[in-house]
């Protein structure tokens, strides 16, 4: 297919995560809605939503529109693409770094947590407004990298916890501070892209105890047991390390999630541009 390595998060057309991003859509499903609520313009005729995983952005956005709009759901892998197709999305297997589509032809992009994957996103954000006609808008949606609070009641241990996943996903993946840090660098990158009226806003996604289910299994499933349980302890004291343990083990009387002062927030950022020209 296309050249060289499609990202430096490991994404190939066979890698299947899609359990992490259902269970990502379930729990900030609700506040997802109500962004795109306000932020797609009515009048969309064809959609893209670029890098679409298991398709529930695509779906939110179809289900927005007149039935006469249609919504492409785009992404690399194939096993991402069989959950789309499922709930409903004309899904189309492609390269974010290469598009195969005609020019000049979408109203609206959307891409949620998707162009930090690849190795030069302002390529790609060029491919992406090549494709929207002129006057169109890009979106590009990114949650925040770590969770703004997790622990509010021991704001040493969440530091510390933060800044040992941070260096954990700086070895996994070989990458410096430097190149993390820039993953929420949006803004100047559609600008570079050729972007005008540039615009950022956030949303905060927060959840109390008692949670509800898609809270529990989004918090357990892909931050506990799916990023941080086993992996943290060489960036952690002893100690540090058996506390978080605990608190993340749904067996253990200390367990975080059921405790009365649990408060989760983490917030997401949706950066936006116009292809310049007549809307
Ligand atoms: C973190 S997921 C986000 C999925 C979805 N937007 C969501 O928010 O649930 C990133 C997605 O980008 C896709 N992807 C990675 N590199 C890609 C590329 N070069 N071209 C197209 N899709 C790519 C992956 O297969 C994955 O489905």
Known sequence: M??????????????????????????????LRALLTTLVPPTSRLVLDAGCGTGHVSRLIQDLLPQTSRVFALDLAWPHLVSARRRLCRT??????????????????????????????????????SALRPG??????????????????????????????????????????????GIRAWTGRLRQAGFSAVTARTIAIERISPLDEDASAYIQECLFDGTFRGRLSPYLSPEDDAELEALMDSQSPAWALTRPDFHFLQTFTVTTGRKPGPA
């Open 136 to 181: 169109g808008l890009v979106a590009i949606g990114h949650g925040s990298y770590l969770p703004d609070m997790l622990f509010a009641w021991d704001s040493r241990l969440e530091r510390l916890t933060n800044e040992a996943v941070r260096a954990y996903y700086r070895d996994r993946y070989g990458r410096s501070e430097t190149e993390l840090a």
């Open 92 to 129: 189309l297997q492609a390269d974010l770094r290469a598009l195969p589509l005609s020019p000049e032809s979408f109203d609206l992009i959307w891409s949620a947590n998707t162009l930090h994957h690849l190795p030069d996103p302002v390529e790609s954000l060029k491919e992406i407004r």
């Open 2 to 31: 296309t050249r060289g390595s499609p990202g430096w998060l490991g994404d190939t057309q066979w890698r299947d995560y899609g359990r992490k991003l259902d269970l990502w859509n379930a729990f900030a499903g609700p506040e």
